[in-house]
């Protein structure tokens, strides 16, 4: 009787690349005009190519200096101040309710659809100071 091992699939880590191994990889795709080639010799998968090729093409080898995430940078006010303004009443007024209240309660006012999660709640009150988690969770001893 032959038994199987059922070994657990792990996944491979790749590590984000260099500007110089995306230089690399453009200067050999620029030399060969083969795709696969120019991957294997920078160390890259295709999909590694074809994401860079995009910034490449509009912007040369300057485009693959720097990695920016797409998206909104961090800290820049992702939230509309309104929302803010008005997690920061709701918390006035509340003081005892959490981030995932506060946020129910913004999302129940705007007819159940959701404004912001409960992390951004949390993310505002930090950043005006009002975030004290830990205030709340005090036992109290029983005499």
Known sequence: MEYYIRMKHKRIYFPPTTPQQRKLLFEIWE????????????HVGRTTFYYWKARFDKAGYAGLATYAKLGVPKGTGSVAAEVETKVLELHDEHGDWGKHRLADEIAKDNH????????????????????NPEASRVKKKHL
């Open 112 to 131: 159940w659809v959701a404004l912001v999660s409960p992390n951004t709640v949390r993310r505002i009150l930090e950043d005006v100071g009002k975030w």
């Open 31 to 42: 030399q060969t005009n083969n795709v696969t080639t120019a991957c294997q010799k920078a």
